[in-house]
T-cell receptor, first 112, second 113 residues
């Protein structure tokens, strides 16, 4: 079935640095979502994107829906220790029933 | 804070036990979902309920039995599980079945011995 390619798998950065991660699909998506999951918790929705080219911010987080509708990226500016966690992309294919397909996640570690 | 709650948060069970996971959403949503999250694998959709009717069963073994008595509550009944069923089980809800924006609960960490 359809899979999302999320990269990088993990990142080790210094506090204050900017972070960028992305997801690509082999088919056209109608929606891209970005979630963050802390250890022992469920994913928390960060940003939802619904239109090609859409650029949306949530505090220090910015995400974009790729113009080809086959990719999305998430940027985190000026990282802080509480940004640590696993970030997942998710999306729904055009013509699907709304089922989400998830990436494998990007594990972010921030060194103070 | 979360509008989706799950109990218990942790569960250890033997392969012959019967247990149930509970999910409750306080968001007024009409669709609810069960996912399985295993290490190093993407989230796997198990079941989808829309307006209390099961609309999708993603080839899940019959040892997992979902129940949706109303639009706010979702259960996952477990019996004769296998050790490979150990995982984090996540419940989610969305406004409608075709609404892609889903909100997750904190999950139940299940260990099958």
């Amino acid at each position: 079935g359809q899979q999302l390619n999320q990269s990088p798998q993990s990142m080790f950065i210094q506090e204050g640095e900017d972070v960028s991660m992305n997801c690509t699909s082999s088919s056209i998506f109608n929606t891209w979502l970005w979630y963050k999951q802390d250890p022992g918790e469920g994913p928390v929705l960060l940003i939802a994107l619904y239109k090609a080219g859409e650029l949306t911010s949530n505090g220090r987080l910015t995400a974009q829906f790729g113009i080809t509708r086959k990719d999305s990226f998430l940027n985190i500016s000026a990282s802080i220790p509480s940004d640590v966690g696993i970030y997942f992309c998710a999306g729904s294919e055009r013509g699907s029933q709304g089922n989400l397909i998830f990436g494998k996640g990007t594990k972010l570690s921030v060194k103070p | 804070e979360t509008g989706v709650t799950q109990t218990p948060r942790h569960l250890v069970m033997g392969m012959t036990n019967k247990k149930s996971l509970k999910c409750e959403q306080h968001l007024g949503h009409n669709a609810m979902y069960w996912y399985k999250q295993s290490a190093k694998k993407p989230l796997e959709l198990m079941f989808v309920y829309s307006l209390e009717e099961r609309v999708e069963n993603n080839s899940v073994p019959s040892r997992f039995s979902p129940e949706c008595p109303n639009s706010s509550h979702l259960f996952l009944h477990l019996h004769t599980l296998q050790p490979e069923d150990s995982a984090l089980y996540l419940c989610a809800s969305s406004q409608e079945r075709r609404s892609e924006t889903q909100y997750f609960g904190p999950g139940t960490r299940l260990l099958v011995l």
